[in-house]
C-alpha cells in the first residue's frame, strides 16, 4: 500500500500571472505558501482485476476509457499500463473549490503515489510540470501553474514563469521570527461559498489572449505586487506586506465581475475595521477563503467568528511539499 500527501496552498503574491495567456508574452511571478492542510492518496492492489476508485463518488471499471474522473483517467493513461489491476482512495482535509489549489495538490498527490507504486522515480521539477501537463495541456483547464509547483515544492517559495514555459523556483530565507509572525497573525475565515474557478480564469485568459489593455495593466501590477511581497517577507516587514494585501485586493476586484459580492465586501470591511490590516479572498475569487493579515487577532476573531459567523481555520506552513508517507 502507498499513502502520499500534498499540501494546499495559500497565494501570498502575484496570482494570476501564472497562466500562460499572460507569462507567455510579460513573463509571470507568483509567491506562494503551502499549509499544513492536505489531500490524501491511497493506492492498493485489489485481489480482483480492475480500476476501483474511491473520491467523493464510487468507480469500478476494467479499462482507462471507461473512467469517469478525468485527472486519474489522464495520469494512468501516462504510465501505458495495459491492464490495471488498482485501487485509488482520495481523502482531503479541506473540500475541494475553497481557493487553496486543491487540483493541483490532488494532482501532485496521485502522480507522486503513482509512480511510487509502479516504482518510477519523479524528481519535484518533473512531478510539477508532469501535474501541470495533465490539468492544462491536455485537459485544457484555464488554470495556471502556482498550485502544482507548490505543492510540489511547499515552503514559503517565489515562482518566476518564464516565457518559454520553464519555472523557476526560490525557496524565500525568511527569519524564524517572521515566520512565526506569519503564522500567528494570518488568518483564514471560510466564506461559506464553495466555487470553480474556472468562469473566472477563463475570462482573465480570455482577455489577454485578446491584448485587453485593462487586463494586461490589472496583471503587471498584481506582478509588482507580488515582487513588493516578496521583498516585505524577506526584511520582516509583515505590516507593509498586510498593506500590499489590502493593495492586491483592491486591484483583483476590478479584473471581473465574479470577483467578490455584497456579503464578502460587508465581511471584508468589517475585518479591517476590526484588527485587519489587509486581506483577500484567497484563489481565483468569488467565494472560499477571505484571509487576513491582523494587527488585532483577537479583536478580529471576535468580530469574523462571533457577529458574521465565519469558520476559521488554522494553520502552519508547510515545507515539505508533496510526499510518500508510507510504501
Known sequence: MII??????ISLGGGGTDLQSYYKDHGGFVLSAAIDKYIYTTINRPFIEGIFLKYNKLESCNALSQIEHPIIRESLKLLNLKSPQIEITTSADIPAGTGLGSSGSFTTSLLKSLYRYYKKHLTTEELASLACHIEIDILGEPIGKQDQYIAAYGGITAFDFQNDGKVLPESLKIEQETLHDLEDNLLLF???????????????????????????????????LGLRSKECLVTGDTYTFGKLMHEHWLNKKK???????????????????????????????????????AEDKKRLRKIMIEEHGLEEVRFKFDFEGTKILSS
Open 4 to 9: 502520499s500527501r500534498s499540501p494546499l496552498r
Open 190 to 224: 471560510f466564506t461559506g461559498y464553495s466555487r470553480s474557478a474556472g468562469s473566472i480564469l477563463k475570462d482573465q485568459k480570455d482577455k489577454s489572449e485578446d491584448n485587453n489593455q485593462e487586463m494586461l495593466d490589472n496583471l503587471h501590477y498584481v506582478k509588482n
Open 255 to 293: 479584473r471581473s465581475k465574479g470577483m467578490s459580492n455584497q456579503r464578502i465586501d460587508k465581511w471584508y470591511e468589517s475585518a479591517i475595521n476590526n484588527g485587519a490590516i489587509g486581506g483577500k479572498l484567497v484563489g481565483a475569487g468569488g467565494g472560499g477563503f477571505l484571509m487576513f493579515m
